[in-house]
């Protein structure tokens, strides 16, 4: 009787159980829900979300018991709300934490001196040096100050620069710095600069001005330093520098040793995931090493007994995943992985065997409670939709590998395992191809077949021969020969025609229905039911951005930093004026904002305009006329101009006009025949756009004082509704007479947040301000957008994708763009 007693109370207790699925479910969701905050909210507003959660979680505790049928679905309810509201306290309680330590304002710009120790391995690349710096002590004037504890630093050398010092990891610094505020470009379906700061724990970011060394590193730092070590001997053990950037990123996670174009390539062929430490290296090397482990265990009878063979191989893989990831820089997408392995480890090692479903919200909910904000990158959604296809694919046993390989022998299990290899990857590049699609607007028609090949590639031949290269140098170079017999199949595959597949972003709602409808292909259903998926794919593949009507106009003013970018769209034709700055050697706003801008808007522009030959004005347009090959140009470009010899150019004249759906483009400036003997500046071409009602947008270039005033002197047409300020706001520029004659409605800065040049200067912004002009600064403002329906009224991103963690700048000239 008793043990009849025992057996009902442990099944009511078990059946009371808290369900793991609404929790999780809860959780996800939560977290998401805090994450589309623009706001943090206050202090008390957090504590009432987490008493909630505790005053949901003993009702649903209580609904729970009862087990009886709508008080039991009430209790589901219950915990999923308890586990939302807790998700969002907890998250929105770290973020406050962390925002509490941000760089003071009054601090930005300051020259401080500060002393600390470098906390991981220097990046080097064309531009310079870049340090994760932890600093303990800080000075401005000799008075102490409070800085954030991380700090990304810059030694730039440039163009004939003095090379950076020799910084190692745990070594102690003192530096004279100046700082700022992270802050990035902001641009519609852009990358957001300022939460990849957030999430690395980045609160400062500036220039290294002095440096002297204070003491060795010691004890700090060991893993650091010996990444650092093996990544300099890769680069002076193998000649083509090329391939030794490959091989020290897949020994060390060290991205930045991957040139641009060597990227662009990957991306273009689909396997930019195999040339970094990432989840498929940490998992693979988790799988290798359980079956080392098992197959070692299984000797020994002992430890059999002990602790089975299975246990074993599962703590292995997990603990040397977690090595491997530390020692490649313990990057975000490393840590998500071993949060995952780690959590369906612990599920497996505690005997519990849950559909496929909970396992997989489990491992997203534990990768959410440590890093929330992964929930809103790309590799999150990319890593969890290719496990969860897998899952759901493979009717459960893909969580099972990692136990079972062990237990498959000799060519058997290498044929099983090719199989289901090559099968793996054909469903998963079905799946993920339009969620690709959805996520960067482009995706490659030939990853599957260049995945085929790069995949065993770089698993069982490159990585192999790289990591052992830690131990026997030499096999460094026959590594690096691997890569490079891998990049010239890959540079044939890219230079296939319709390689890669572009379509504009689309509504989130259609890209969910095209993930499920490439979900749906592949599922083990009968094909009638898996045709149902094309439907869905459909809409998103068809889909085109809204255009402006016949006779109007739309205006973009790209967040580009220091330099001018600006497209002008009519219902057929686009024009991109000035393309952007050059920041490095293989670094420009044309490759980096412009090119993916372009191809999110479904936009082929059929003129690009440079206004003079500044490289803050013509610095991104040799990628851009890469991209776009035969695209013509007008420009103010002297004869010889290395940019000349990239497309058919035509010079820029005024009196050049021409009509594309009922609006009229019209150059203003230079006069013809005006030689390369003046300023580049004074030669900026001038245009100026016109609606058919009559509404104008007036493009300046650099002109100054003296080509405002002989424009404003011929009587030239001047009147617009937006006007890009000259010269970005410059002293020497914005007349008051200019302003007069234009008489805009906007002024539009494009300038770099706390640009060396004080654009827009003071006096620039009392004399529209004197107008009645509001000026509006690309730094405040991100990428604007104007349409010449409504010349008084203008959007910009940073207000329409406004979230707490983007920089709010101190005051209103700063938003101005100072």
């Known amino acids: 009787m008793h043990g009849a007693e025992t057996r009902v109370i442990t099944r009511r207790g078990t059946d009371a159980a808290p369900s793991p699925a609404p929790v999780l479910l809860g959780w996800v969701a939560g977290t998401a829900w805090q994450l589309q905050q623009a706001v943090l909210p206050s202090a008390a507003a957090c504590a009432l979300w987490l008493a909630a959660a505790v005053v949901l979680a003993a009702v649903a505790a209580m609904l729970g018991r009862r087990h009886v049928g709508a008080s039991f679905g009430g209790a589901k309810l219950a915990w999923a709300l308890s586990a939302a509201l807790l998700a969002f306290g907890v998250c929105s309680s770290r973020a406050a934490l962390f ?14 001196q500060v002393e600390g120790v470098v906390d991981a391995m220097p990046q080097q690349g064309p531009a310079g040096t870049r340090l994760r710096f932890e600093a303990d002590q800080a000075f401005w004037r000799g008075e102490p100050v409070r800085l954030p504890a991380q700090l990304s630093l810059g030694w730039w ?3 004939g620069g003095i090379a950076a010092p020799p910084f190692v990891p745990g070594e102690r610094w003192r530096l004279i710095v100046r700082l700022k505020a992270p802050h990035g470009l902001l641009n519609p379906h852009g ?5 990849w700061f957030w999430e690395q724990g980045l609160q400062a970011s500036g220039s290294i001005a002095a440096a002297t060394r204070l003491q060795a590193a010691g004890w700090r730092r060991p893993v650091e330093r010996a990444r650092q070590a093996v990544r300099d001997a890769i680069v002076a053990r193998v000649d083509e520098a090329q391939s030794a950037g490959v091989v020290a990123a897949l020994v060390t996670g060290d991205q930045a040793a991957i ?21 498929l290296h940490v998992t693979l090397f988790a799988w290798i090493a359980a079956a080392v482990a098992a197959r070692a265990w299984r000797r020994s009878a002992r430890l059999c007994l002990a602790c089975p063979a299975q246990h074993a191989a599962l703590i292995a893989g997990v603990s040397l995943a977690a090595a491997y990831a530390v020692f490649s820089g313990w990057g975000v997408p490393s840590q998500r992985t071993v949060l995952m392995l780690a959590a369906v480890a612990l599920l497996r090692l505690a005997g519990r065997r849950w559909p496929w479903p909970q396992v997989w919200l489990l491992a997203a909910a534990v990768v959410l409670a440590a890093d929330p904000w992964a929930l809103l990158q790309a590799g999150f959604w990319l890593s969890f939709v290719a496990v969860g296809v897998l899952f759901a694919t493979d009717a459960g046993m893909a969580g099972a590998r990692m136990e079972a390989a062990p237990d498959r022998a000799g060519v058997h299990r290498a044929l099983h395992g090719l199989g289901a290899l090559l099968r793996e990857q054909v469903v998963i590049t079905a799946a993920l191809a339009p969620l690709t699609l959805l996520l960067f607007q482009q995706v490659s028609l030939v990853g599957l077949l260049a995945n085929l090949v790069a995949i065993p590639w ?21 590594s690096a020969l691997a890569v490079q017999a891998l990049g010239w199949l890959l540079a044939h595959l890219a230079s296939w025609p319709l390689a890669t597949l572009s379509r504009p972003a689309v509504a989130p709602w259609l890209g969910a229905l095209a993930v499920a409808g490439g979900v749906l292909l592949v599922m083990r259903l009968p094909w009638r039911l898996r045709l149902l998926g094309l439907p869905l794919l459909l809409p998103a593949l068809l889909w085109q951005p809204p255009r402006p009507g016949t006779g109007r106009f739309d205006v973009l003013a790209a967040d580009v930093g220091q330099g001018n970018a600006v497209l002008v769209r009519t219902r057929q034709h686009g024009l991109l004026y000035d393309s952007g700055p050059r920041w490095s050697a293989d670094n420009d706003a044309g490759g980096r904002v412009l090119v993916p801008l372009l191809r999110a808007l479904g936009e082929r522009p059929d003129l690009l305009v440079l206004s003079h030959r500044d490289s803050d004005h013509t610095g991104g347009a040799a990628s851009i006329l890469a991209a776009q090959p035969g695209l013509p140009v007008l420009a103010s470009l002297e004869p010889g101009h290395a940019l000349r010899a990239l497309a058919p150019t035509r010079d820029c004249e005024a009196g050049q006009a021409w009509t594309w759906d009922g609006v009229r483009f019209e150059v203003l400036h230079p006069p013809p025949g005006e030689g390369a003997a003046v300023r580049p500046n004074a030669r900026s071409c001038v245009l100026r756009v016109v609606a058919a009602d009559g509404t104008a947008a007036l493009l300046t270039g650099d002109i100054e004082r003296a080509q405002e005033r002989a424009l404003v002197e011929a009587g030239v047409p001047l009147a617009a509704d937006l006007l890009l300020a000259p010269h970005h706001g ?3 520029s914005s007349s008051a007479d200019f302003i007069d004659a234009v008489s805009p409605a906007v002024a539009v800065v494009q300038a ?7 654009h827009p200067a003071s006096a620039v912004l009392e004399r529209y301000a004197a107008a009645g002009v509001p000026v509006v600064g690309t730094p405040g403002c991100g990428a604007l957008r104007w349409h010449s329906r409504a010349p008084g009224q203008w959007f910009c991103t940073r207000d329409e994708r406004r979230r707490y963690w983007h920089h709010a700048q101190a005051d209103a000239a700063a938003a101005a763009g100072r």
């Open 458 to 478: 770089v698993t069982l031949v490159v990585t192999p021969l790289a990591m052992l290269g830690v131990a026997v140098p030499a096999l460094w170079s026959a």
């Open 191 to 195: 990358f957001d600069t300022e939460l």
């Open 259 to 279: 040139g641009r174009a060597d990227w662009q390539l990957f991306r273009e062929t689909g396997v930019a995931h195999l040339m970094s430490i990432s989840g």
């Open 752 to 758: 770099g947040y706390r640009n060396r040049f004080g």
């Open 730 to 732: 410059s002293g020497t």
């Open 99 to 112: 925002a509490a330590n941000a760089l003071a304002p009054p601090l930005e710009g300051r020259e401080l």
């Open 157 to 159: 050398t440039g163009e």
